[in-house]
Structures are given as structure tokens and as C-alpha cells.
């Protein structure tokens, strides 16, 4: 297949993937939910940015929830909803952002849950979603490839948690199902996602934005994508590891432990497609375009997608 042809490609494939992208900065009890932990500022910024990110793909579905939309009710209802619509996606991304706590009962130790807007403070059984649950909700998702992204402090399903869906489960079921999943976290179930004043973003988030649109950390760096311009998660991770790791050396002198991971069916990582280089992918379309080379100079913008379909 020609370069061009294998853009043209892309194009359907992303018009043909979904996204879910949830947001909290602001909570219903606010004064309880951030006692004793840093109030997050920039959330559902994050969540914003890459709705903007997934839309300049071409993505046709993207939900967003932001703050006081995500409820728990409609958090599940959008989940149930992908699991009904996504038969034939080629792509179903998940984004989180927004807190992440640790229960504290007896009932439920050390349980990593994620708090919805209405999440409350010493009933996160009844009124938040671990983390664990979650990933439970995203393996009955029928589309052949999907990616959640957990921009929250322990973001991850605690391994000594009693009666929960363990993880292993859940990686275990898409693969006997032929899916390719991938769960990618901001840290571990012990520790906390910062939040950079500077960028005004989460530092996961932000890293990862980078990674999806292939963004060099440096006029010498190269773009990690194919030479259609294509960002694969293999890709992905090249350009976030070097982001997170210049980004995260500015709080070396704080001792904080943030370790962002990845885990799930990761032997078609190389296949999977889930950001664009915009600067290559457009170089691809107008070289085939029969434009002059001038413009491929002077294009540096997003090109409009349904441009691209009438080619």
C-alpha cells in the first residue's frame, strides 16, 4: 500500500473510534474530599485538551463529562453505552483525571478508588468506583482495540485488595476475547499524581498529549511516528517516557514517587494506532496532492479532515 493510501486509511480509522473523557476538578463535597490531600486545580483542563487532541484526529464520538456531568449514575451510564456502541470501533480510548483515594475501612482496605462528583467521604464503597470495578466496566467494551489512560493518585487496583475483580482477570479475559487492551496509569496504587502549577496540567496528562501528537521534546529530537506520520503505542511511550522524565526532575528535591506504568495485552503495541503527527501526516497528503513543495514548507497547521476525505 502507498503512503497515501495508508493516510486515507487512517482517516477511517479514527472516524470510526470513540472516546470517553472525564474531568473533575470541582466536587460536590469539596471541603470533605480534599481534606488532607492537595485540592487538584487542572483536571478537567486535561480532559479538554485532549478532547481537542482526539477531535483534530478526526474522532466522530467523543463524550466528555466535566465536573458536576460526571456522576457516578452517568459515569456507569456512558460506560454501559460504549459497551453497546462499540461492536465495530476500531479504537475505544477511556480518560480519566481527577481524584483518586484510598479507602480506609475495614470493610474494604486499601480499596484504590476513583471519586465521581458525588463521591463521598467515608462511603466510597457505595459512592465511587474502584479502580479495579473500573477496568471491569472497560473489558465488556467489544471494540477490537482499547486504551484507558488514569491521570489520578493510585491508579491502580491494590494487588492484596480482597473481593474485587483482580486485574489479572481483566487482562486475561481480553485476550481470550482477541482484544488488545492497554491500561496506562499516572502512578501506583500508593502513590500521587502531580499536578504542575507551571504547565497548568496534570504532568501525566500533559506527557501523554505530547505522546499522542508526537511532540519532540527538542528541536533535535526526531518524531517518534511511521513515515505516514502515524503514532502507534509503541510511539507513544517513546515520546512520553523522554517528556515525563525532563518534566518530572524538577521535583526530584520534593522526594515524591510518582511512577507512571502500563500494563494489559501489549504483543500489538506496534499495531495499534492511536495519535498522528500532524506535521507528517499533512507532509504525506499534499507530496501526493500534486501541491507544491512550498506549501509542505509553510503547513504547519491542522488540516481540516474533510479536506482531506474529498482528495
Known sequence: MTAYGKVKNIIEHFKNSRALLIGITKYKF?????QGVNEIKYAHKDAYKLKKVFKSFGFQHV??????QATKG????C???LCKLSDNASLVVIFWAGHGALSEQDLDPKTSYLLPYNAEVGNFYNTAISVADFLYFASNIKAKNIVVLMDTCHAHPNPQTPNRFPASDFYRIFKLNGKNCIFMGACYHDEYSIESNA???GLFSFCVEKGLTGTPLSQNDHVECDDCGCITLDHLMLTFRKWFQAQFEQYAEYNINQTPY???EWSHASDIIIGQSTRKFSEVVIENSGLSKNIIEAS???????WLEGL
Not at 63 to 68: A, D, G, I, Q
Request: zero cysteines.
Open 79 to 81: 460506560l454501559n453505552s
Open 262 to 264: 502500563i500494563s494489559g
Open 300 to 306: 504547519k497547521a491542522v488540516i481540516d479532515l474533510k
Open 74 to 77: 452517568n459515569i456507569v451510564e
Open 30 to 34: 469539596s471541603e470533605q474530599i480534599n
Open 199 to 201: 504547565l497548568k496540567r
Open 63 to 68: 463524550e466528555r463529562l466535566y465536573n458536576k
